[in-house]
């Protein structure tokens, strides 16, 4: 893929699962790194919003819907950062769920930008497989991709050793499984 940097999504696309951060910083992201492409797997409820807030955005988008079996391995393997931003709503049950997503991306070495809403973001964290940042804070994305990128050998091996210690947990196809 022709883009700088690749930003790959993975999941199930409603609010709460923070997928509409690159595009709600395009013009800083833009302006930071330049080429930026997004791609995105999955559907749900709130698909036609933000394919409408792709259209409007200047990060060019792929929405590729849900996939089977490991055809999203092969669109997840070209993307430099997963993207696995929970927004900080009390309800978003998914802070408290398995997530599946940011396992997905560490087992295929890409490292994560997270919010601090799980044990597993903390992990991340602590042996630098990503960073957290605070969902509603663009320099803390900004920080993070520049981070990420200034040493991306380093994340992607250590993101793809922490996903070693998840293995013996089956990463579920019912991560796509709409609630």
């Known amino acids: 893929n022709s883009h700088k940097i690749l930003f790959g999504f993975i999941g199930v696309l ?25 791609e995105i797997v999955g ?52 802070q408290y769920g398995d997530p599946g997503k940011i396992k997905r991306y ?5 490292p994560v930008i997270t919010t601090n809403v799980s044990e597993i973001s903390r992990e991340i964290e602590k042996s630098g497989a990503g960073v957290i940042i605070e969902y ?3 320099k803390t994305l900004i920080d993070a991709v520049k981070k990420i990128m200034a040493g991306h050998a380093y994340y992607s091996k250590n993101a793809y050793t922490l996903s070693q210690k998840f293995y013996y947990k089956k990463i579920y196809p019912q991560m796509f499984a709409v609630v």
Request: charged share 30%; with cysteine.
């Open 14 to 38: 409603k609010k709460s699962q923070g997928v509409e951060i690159v595009f709600d910083n395009a013009d800083e992201l833009l302006k930071e790194f330049g080429d930026i492409g997004y």
């Open 43 to 94: 559907s749900g409820p709130d698909e036609d919003y933000f394919k409408k807030k792709a259209k409007r955005s200047k990060i060019p988008a792929t929405f590729y819907g849900y996939l089977e079996g490991e055809s999203f391995n092969d669109v997840l393997r070209k993307c430099a950062i997963g993207i696995a931003t929970y927004t900080s709503d009390p309800s978003n049950v998914s």
């Open 106 to 110: 560490l087992s295929l070495g890409i």
């Open 136 to 138: 509603n804070n663009q």
